[in-house]
């Protein structure tokens, strides 16, 4: 099965059409307000009426108006995530977290704002750090699998502890150092 990514307030919806443009992922949007969900829709149909997004891309892209907080609301076979929360709430946070950690294929997230999680935050300035989070996910991915199989159950289906592996500095319109926080999945 092809991975998923979703965009959670994916806004007009610029990062859906970038995977479905350079990924064989399948990219699904979520935004709350009607009004941004409908232009990025239009933004969509537009790509491919322009030949900027094939019809092949296109299929793989979905925008829709939706709380991400609804059964439902993500796809289960999502593997990665983004987050565009600076304006959201603690309790929101809190809730979208609670809803990520539960995918069963879930692997990565990716933030503007810090998402609210109990494992100790590391700060990545280089490949050290990033390749022992590596390293211990591996080793916890396959306990996981060593417990799931003495078990008779699949590990994917356990919640897992999303722990911050990278924080990036990345350029957006507002601003040319907007933090980036990658948090990978632990089960």
Same mark, same amino acid.
């Given at each position: 099965?092809?991975?998923?990514?979703?965009?959670?307030?994916?806004?007009?919806?610029?990062?859906?059409?970038?995977?479905?443009?350079i990924t064989p992922?399948?990219?699904?949007?979520?935004?709350?307000?009607?009004e941004?969900?409908?232009?990025?829709?239009?933004?969509?149909?537009?790509?491919?009426?322009?030949g900027?997004?094939?019809?092949?891309e296109?299929a793989?892209?979905?925008?829709?108006?939706?709380?991400?907080l609804?059964?439902?609301?993500i796809?289960?076979?999502?593997?990665?995530?983004?987050v565009?929360?600076?304006c959201?709430?603690?309790?929101?946070n809190?809730?979208?977290?609670?809803?990520?950690?539960?995918?069963?294929?879930?692997?990565?997230?990716?933030s503007?704002?810090?998402?609210?999680?109990?494992?100790?935050?590391? #700060?990545?300035d280089? &490949?050290?750090? *990033? +390749? =022992? $989070?590596? /390293? #211990?996910?591996a080793? &916890?991915?396959? *306990? +996981? =699998? $060593?417990? /799931? #199989?003495?078990?008779?159950s699949?590990?994917?289906?356990?919640?897992?502890k999303?722990?911050?592996v990278r924080?990036?500095?990345?350029?957006?319109?507002?601003?040319?150092?907007?933090?980036?926080?990658?948090?990978c999945?632990?089960?």
């Amino acid at each position: 099965m092809c991975a998923c990514s979703v965009d959670v307030g994916s806004g007009v919806g610029k990062a859906v059409v970038a995977v479905a443009m350079i990924t064989p992922a399948r990219a699904v949007g979520l935004e709350i307000v009607a009004e941004r969900a409908e232009r990025a829709a239009a933004g969509l149909a537009e790509a491919v009426d322009r030949g900027l997004l094939s019809k092949a891309e296109a299929a793989r892209a979905e925008v829709r108006q939706a709380d991400a907080l609804l059964p439902d609301a993500i796809p289960l076979n999502t593997s990665y995530a983004y987050v565009s929360n600076l304006c959201f709430s603690d309790e929101l946070n809190r809730g979208i977290v609670a809803v990520l950690r539960s995918l069963p294929r879930l692997r990565c997230v990716a933030s503007l704002a810090e998402l609210p999680q109990g494992p100790v935050a590391v #700060e990545d300035d280089g &490949a050290q750090v *990033e +390749a =022992q $989070a590596h /390293a #211990e996910e591996a080793e &916890a991915e396959a *306990e +996981a =699998q $060593a417990q /799931a #199989e003495a078990e008779g159950s699949s590990h994917a289906s356990a919640t897992c502890k999303l722990r911050l592996v990278r924080t990036l500095r990345v350029p957006m319109s507002w601003d040319d150092q907007t933090r980036l926080y990658i948090q990978c999945c632990l089960r």
